[in-house]
């Protein structure tokens, strides 16, 4: 069936540096995506969307970035913090309008 | 500001009992979602209900069924439980009205010893 990847299982970064957390997505004609946050022992959290009629779009302290070509996702932390410790993981909504969601990866920030 | 709550935050229980995990929504969702999270698996979709008394079965609804009686309301049940049904079950919310995004509850962390 259709999957959604990502390239790291665990990302580590020093407090204060920026994150990037890939995504690779297999349905190419999925029209919406979503990164959530998932803090240990806690449901997952919504972080930022994008629709696939653009390319980047910005929140706070967050980016996601959408390259259709190469069917790739990226969410770009600012000036990671301790707090942001967590497990990110991408969905994406294909036409069956069901989401699925990419196995997750660890990021942990150094103080 | 949607919450999803679970009856459960943890759960211990002997093979071959039967287990009932609740969930309940608060925003009037229409569509409602059971997952299994497990280690390097992702979310994996068991069961979801689109409306009141309707189910549908997900990717691996073998070993499990539901209920839907309510609107708010949306329970797993295990027959039989069994070791392998070990996991973190994950219940979900969407309003169904050209809206994608799910709202998790906090996750019921189930053992089967």
């Known amino acids: 069936g259709e999957s959604v990847g990502l390239h790291l299982p665990t990302l580590s970064v020093q407090e204060g540096d920026n994150s990037i957390i890939n995504c690779a997505y297999s349905?190419?004609?999925?029209?919406?995506f979503i990164w959530y946050k998932q803090e240990s022992g806690k449901g997952p959290q919504f972080i930022i969307d994008i629709r696939s009629n653009m390319d980047k779009r910005q929140g706070q302290r967050v980016t996601v970035l959408l390259n259709k070509t190469v069917k790739h996702l990226s969410l770009q932390i600012a000036a990671t913090q301790p707090g942001d410790s967590a497990v990110y993981f991408c969905a994406e909504n294909p036409p069956s309008n069901m989401l699925t969601f990419g196995g997750g990866t660890r990021l942990m920030v150094k103080p | 500001d949607v919450k999803v709550t679970q009856s459960s935050r943890y759960l211990v229980k002997r093979t071959g009992e039967k287990v009932f995990l609740e969930c309940v929504q608060d925003?009037?969702?229409?569509?409602m979602f059971w997952y299994r999270q497990d280690p390097g698996l992702g979310l994996r979709l068991i069961y979801f209900?689109?409306?009141?008394?309707?189910?549908e079965k997900g990717d691996i609804p073998e070993g499990y069924s539901v209920s839907r009686e309510k609107k708010e309301r949306f329970s797993l049940i295990l027959e039989s439980a069994s070791t392998n049904q070990t996991s973190m079950y994950l219940c979900?919310?969407?309003?169904?009205?050209?809206?994608?995004?799910?709202?998790f509850g906090p996750g019921t962390r189930l053992t089967v010893t």
């Open positions: 349905n190419s004609a999925s029209d919406y």
């Open positions: 979900a919310s969407r309003s169904g009205q050209s809206s994608y995004e799910q709202y």
């Open positions: 925003m009037d969702h229409e569509n």
């Open positions: 209900s689109y409306d009141v008394k309707m189910k």
